[in-house]
């Protein structure tokens, strides 16, 4: 079992940045890719960057581009999300996951995800 605990939500002004942390605990794997995702309300969770085990592999969602940043940190088992240039648009609940044996694209489309965090709220200001 793998449990994933999100921090680093707020309040911001749009413009300002934030920086979200998912911290891994519980069983290991070798291989894996890590995500973070988000829902606005009355709309479906949605793809926002994902992030292979070895840092190798990078992916964003094209609404995230440039302004959003994944990167990890094996040792304290962290995934982190730069987020600058935050538009009202970015307000969601962000939710991390964690994939094992899977792939950046399967993650892409949601597929394949073994474990979710329990989401930390966005809210960008206009």
């Known amino acids: 079992q793998v449990q994933l605990v999100e921090s680093g939500g707020g309040l911001v002004q749009a413009g300002g940045s934030l920086r979200l942390s998912c911290a891994a605990s519980?069983?290991?794997?070798?291989?894996?890719?890590m995500g973070w995702f988000r829902q606005a309300p009355g709309k479906e969770r949605e793809f926002v960057a994902t992030?292979?085990?070895?840092?190798?592999?990078?992916y964003y969602a094209d609404s995230v581009k440039g302004r959003f940043t994944i990167s990890g940190d094996n040792a304290k088992r962290t995934v982190y999300l730069q987020m600058n240039s935050l538009k009202p648009e970015d307000t969601a609940v962000y939710y991390c996951?964690?994939?094992?044996?899977?792939?950046?694209?399967?993650?892409?489309?949601?597929?394949?995800?073994?474990?979710w965090g329990q989401g930390t709220q966005v809210t960008v200001s206009s």
């Open positions: 519980g069983r290991t794997f070798s291989r894996y890719f």
């Open positions: 996951a964690a994939a094992f044996d899977g792939s950046a694209q399967a993650m892409a489309i949601m597929r394949g995800i073994n474990y």
């Open positions: 992030i292979s085990w070895s840092g190798a592999t990078i």
